[in-house]
């Protein structure tokens, strides 16, 4: 019987911009970012002179929706490359978004999933109840035989969840309007507010220097506040700088990755970064008193996940002959096209600074200035789980 296709696509988006407790064993968090990272290393790689941004937990999103479907070899690719454990791990899945979307969070994580099915299309149960069950997913039924109606559907449905930063994902024509059986999707809409507040008035046009070398002109902001800087080294013995900016609810901080020298590109240390790095950050970050200038940016960026997922061995869920998804339905289907669009937004925007943060420490002598002018590479992380919420490397602003 022929194979029917299945599309899988991720949209992202985050708006503006801004109690660690974490055992040595990755988390469920965690390892799903750690797969992501490893998909962004191989997007900048090709990339090296672009804008890239990428949500390694979107990534993880849709393979956790696509894993109760799979079986044998399929399934243990992905269980492989995102280091699940073979026997449940959607409990700690549901855990985790529960954590993720909580009221706790004070800064806005919304994450939702959805499943586009084409009209009569037989799903297994268990496979709608689990992703039903575990991430919230709605389920939809909609006609292929008109790509174009559906196109329509599916990108509403995504503008909305996205608060109209993605206002469209898909084109019509990546809808096979004979083969399309299931379109799954997963969109994460993240705004911050700093817990300290850049102030407008403050933002200069001051020099930038791109990752070509070229110098230019951007809006840098800049605030003499308290934040907690590291300087870490790869294993090849470049260092660089980490500056993390918590997000006023604390329990989400940007972290912002700069090589110390001038000359190191960050082509470098990209390969150096995963989540195990970024938990060893946090034993060499303390409080300081700096003069911070970093530039507004607005950054986004459309991934096709294919290539990079097939080189981390995930290869089963694109091909026709071998894709095994007999608990998702019992026609034969595989995955046609995967991909993830992610937009981000920093600004001045947040709440004041609490008194007390930016009493912690009185500086003797003037402040040292930390100028991020040239490419660098943030994270946008869930402290309480280790979550890579998003990523990017940002070589104009």
Known sequence: MKHMSLLCLCALVTLYSHNRVLSQTPSYGERGSDLGIQVFQQVARAKPLENVVLSPHGVASILGMLLPGAHGETRKQILNAVRYKKNGPYKMLKKLHKNLTGKSNQDIVLIA???F????????????????????????????????????EINEWVNNKTKGHIPSLIKADMLDPALTRLVAVNSIYFKGLWKSR?????????????????????????????????????????KYKVIELPYHGNNISMLIVLPSEEDTPL???????????????????????????????????????????????????????????RHLSSESVHVSRALQKAKIIVSEDG??????????????????????????VFLIRHNPTGTILFMGQINQP
């Not at 070229?214 to 934040?227: N, T």
């Not at 997922?309 to 026709?320: D, M, Q, V, Y």
């Open 351 to 376: 709440t004041k600074a609490a008194a007390a943060t930016t009493a912690i420490l009185l500086a003797r002598s003037s402040p040292p200035w930390v100028t991020v002018d040239r490419p660098f």
């Open 198 to 238: 850049f102030q407008p008035e403050n933002t200069k046009m001051r020099p930038f220097t791109r990752g070509d070398g070229e110098m230019y002109k951007v809006p840098m902001m800049s605030q003499l506040s308290v934040f907690n800087i590291g300087m870490a080294t790869t294993p090849q013995g470049l």
């Open 117 to 152: 099915s084409q009209k009569g299309f037989p799903m297994e149960e268990a496979f709608v109840t689990s992703n039903k069950e575990n991430f919230r997913c709605q389920s939809r039924t909609l006609d292929f035989s008109n790509p174009r109606a559906a196109a329509d």
């Open 113 to 115: 999933n959805a499943v």
């Open 267 to 325: 082509s470098r240390v990209i390969p150096h970064i995963s989540t195990a790095t970024v938990r060893s950050w946090t034993k060499l970050m303390h409080m300081r008193k700096v003069r911070l200038f970093i530039p507004k940016f607005t950054a986004d960026a459309e991934v096709d996940l294919e290539a990079p997922l097939s080189a981390l061995g995930i290869t089963n869920i694109f091909s026709e002959e071998k894709a095994d998804f």
